[in-house]
């Protein structure tokens, strides 16, 4: 079980997690909150995202990106914990277990939660895996900002009432920019394996020192729209106190700006996913309130 707990990366599950609270926190708000369809959307993203990390885990095995110069967590298949065979059988159970959670939720908000779990999985195979993934070519971040910000947080408020939002589309904005510097964070410590296996992160493509850059921005961007979009008024007003949690980033992005410490990036990898899980309980607890 340890091991099956490992390969799931479970400090990377706040970016599914997250998303869900804020559409389900925005339902609250608006009045149309449902229980049934608040725990099939976080029983269904969770399954998807530990099925991509599962996949994740295959595909950098057999690339030669998880290898004994690796820096962070032990990869259960390129260190002989699981073999190929049985962690695609996982990633298969996990597909199926958010595929029965879509089951329902279409039965509640109709056939856009099909496209949204069909274009997910999808993403999902193709971030590592294919003859030309994603993720090598420097398309990762745009991705998941895509998919866990605007399309998670955005699906899960729908998934209620069968409603797009405003506040739901603006903010899927400060949902996905720490989500997005969540992969920034791991890629950066990842450079020099990840430039020698042939694998062209973002992070490899840019460099470490725009990288670091790119991780600044990304934080502070999740503050910065946040508090424009409560000055104009356009969320509600009490999603504002997550920008209470400024002190915890400052940290993290002096961190990344003055180290290449392997040991010291995971420590930064960790509380950016610590980071978007405050700050993202802040703004589903404030939406909640609905004013």
Do not use: C
């Amino acid at each position: 079980m340890k091991v099956w707990v490992q390969a799931s990366r479970p400090h990377t599950l706040w970016a599914t997690v997250v998303p869900v609270l804020v559409g389900s926190g925005l339902a609250a708000g608006d009045g149309v909150f449902r229980w049934d369809a608040a725990t099939a959307a976080m029983i269904g993203a969770l399954a998807i995202q530990i099925a991509a990390n599962f996949a994740n885990d295959v595909f950098d095995a057999r690339s030669g990106a998880d290898n004994e110069n690796r820096i962070g967590p032990k990869r259960m298949v390129a260190s002989g914990e699981v073999s190929d065979r049985a962690m695609w059988i996982a990633t298969w159970v996990a597909v199926s277990v958010g595929a029965l959670a879509a089951v329902w939720l279409i039965t509640i908000a109709g056939w856009i939660v099909a496209v949204i779990g069909i274009a997910s999985l999808v993403a999902m195979i193709r971030y590592v895996g294919g003859s030309s993934p994603y993720g090598y070519r420097g398309m990762g971040e745009l991705v998941v900002f895509i998919f866990f910000g605007v399309v998670a947080t955005v699906g899960s408020r729908w998934v209620h009432d069968g409603n797009l939002t405003l506040p739901a589309l603006l903010l899927s904005i400060p949902v996905g920019l720490p989500v997005t510097a969540i992969l920034v964070a791991n890629n950066i410590r990842d450079i020099g394996t990840d430039a020698a296996a042939g694998k062209r992160t973002l992070a490899v493509i840019l460099g470490r020192n725009r990288t670091r850059t790119l991780y600044a921005m990304l934080i502070w961007g999740t503050f910065v729209s946040l508090g424009v979009f409560v000055v104009l008024g356009l969320v509600p007003i009490a999603s504002g106190i997550a920008v209470f949690w400024i002190p915890i980033a400052v940290p993290l992005i002096t961190t990344v700006k003055t180290t290449a410490d392997g040991p010291a990036l995971i420590g930064v990898l960790k509380g950016t996913a610590r980071l978007e899980l405050f700050v993202g309980v802040s703004m589903a607890a404030g939406a909640s309130l609905g004013a």
